[in-house]
Nanobody, 124 residues
Framework: VQLQASGGGSVQAGGSLRLSCAAS????????MGWFRQAPGKEREFVAA????????DYAGSVKGRFTISRDNAKNTVYLQMNSLKPEDTAVYYCAAKSRALWNVKDQSTYDYWGQGTQVTVSS
């Protein structure tokens, strides 16, 4: 499985961006998918995750109410709609996918596949 993230860029605080992550290869093996981010000098952290059917989602407290994760299984793509962006959202955003159906989506070690990352920069 290969994951290709896109949609990053530079915006002012309060703006919006939508990230996309397209999966290719053995996509039938993918279960849950998630987004993580890593700011300069910080560890990579969980942002959001979505279950295989799209019904179940989970968010980090810092983005809840501002970010929305969704997926289109027909297109093998997961999205992250980011609204009301803040300077502290500045980071490289990574999409990830797991093949096992366990809902421990905040644990990075449970993900099997990772995208290359896309930069999001929010200026004040």
């Amino acid at each position: 499985v290969q994951l290709q993230a896109s949609g990053g860029g530079s915006v002012q605080a309060g703006g919006s961006l939508r990230l996309s992550c397209a999966a290719s290869g053995r996509t039938f093996s993918i279960s849950h998918m998630g987004w993580f981010r890593q700011a300069p000098g910080k560890e990579r952290e969980f942002v959001a995750a979505i279950g295989s059917s799209g019904r179940n989602t989970d968010y980090a407290g810092s983005v809840k109410g501002r970010f929305t994760i969704s997926r289109d299984n027909a297109k093998n793509t997961v999205y992250l709609q980011m609204n009301s962006l803040k300077p502290e959202d500045t980071a490289v955003y990574y999409c990830a996918a797991k093949s096992r159906a366990l809902w421990n989506v905040k644990d990075q070690s449970t993900y099997d596949y990772w995208g290359q990352g896309t930069q999001v920069t929010v200026s004040s």
